[in-house]
């Protein structure tokens, strides 16, 4: 018998994408599906462990204030656990909880602000998970504004990528101001080519050929990167929004053509409770 999905939804402080994905993760099979705000985890009233997909929404996490998610990733990093009472849980930093749920094997997914703070806090490449620290960026968009249209994107069908499996192109919406992919060295991006790390890029109409152009690169990441998965394919964080096309309505030519009642974002999600239920997590 297939085990019972968990899904959380981490909101909060300037996410607003929760409720998408949330229903995203339901449409998807997930039996439980969580909207949790941060503060229950920092109060302790919920606990990482108890689920086995956290899905990190798009938004403006705290204003983005320092850059997109750095100062929601420093919260992370150091803010404490505290009971009803005030007193210091004895599991310390939040972040030993996200710590021992990447350990288990569990999946997580950031999309957009949600992929922002996985790179600010280390989790993405992290090709050495002992030694999690950001090696890569994510800052504004060379055009200068904030972006929302709608992007093709390039699978990598290499990628050890859970949530892109079987897939082989995209029509995602994205809206970010922030969204520009910088590595920290050359080195880092070697990696993530020679390792397949790098699950999606912006492309042309035929979703076979990575541009650099502009706007169907809307915001001039290097080497055209919209996503970025951890070398075991369970973490993902990409900058389009699956969550955004569920249904052929939220395609913006759905009165024009004839398209496929389910949107293609869906897949991804789908993708990440079948392999929750394969692997028994």
Not at 74 to 88: D, V
Not at 129 to 139: I, S
């Amino acid at each position: 018998m297939a085990p019972t999905v968990k899904c959380i939804v981490l909101t909060g402080n300037g996410t607003n994408c929760e409720m998408e994905m949330a229903h995203a993760c339901r449409l998807a099979g997930a039996e439980v599906v969580e909207i949790v705000h941060l503060s229950e985890l920092l109060c302790g009233e919920k606990r990482l462990e108890d689920y086995h997909f956290l899905n990190l929404p798009g938004g403006f996490l705290d204003g983005d204030d320092l850059g997109s998610a750095k100062a929601g990733a420093n919260r992370i990093l150091h803010a404490k656990i505290r009971g009803r009472a005030g007193a210091t849980n004895a599991e310390t930093r939040l972040y030993d909880q996200f710590s021992r749920f990447i350990e288990d094997g569990k999946l997580i997914l950031g999309v957009c602000n949600g992929f922002q703070l996985l790179v600010k806090l280390g989790v993405l490449p992290a090709f050495d998970a002992a030694e999690r620290a950001q090696t890569v960026t994510l800052t504004y968009n060379d055009s200068g504004r904030f972006e929302d249209r709608w992007v093709h994107l390039k699978v990598d069908p290499a990628s050890p990528c859970v949530y892109t499996e079987g897939l082989t192109g995209l029509y995602l919406p994205v809206r970010h101001g922030e969204g520009k992919f910088i590595p920290g060295s050359a080195e880092v991006l070697a990696r993530l080519h020679r390792e397949h790390c790098i699950a999606l890029q912006y492309s042309t109409a035929d979703t076979a050929t990575a541009t650099l152009d502009y706007p169907a690169n809307p915001n001039g990441s290097v080497d055209a990167v919209a996503g970025i998965c951890s070398a075991s394919g369970r973490i993902f964080g990409m900058m389009p929004h699956p969550e955004a096309y569920l249904h052929r309505t939220n395609h913006p030519r759905w009165t024009r053509e004839d398209l496929p009642e389910t949107g293609m974002g869906l897949a991804l999600f789908r993708n990440a409770v079948s392999f929750i239920k394969r692997q028994r997590l």
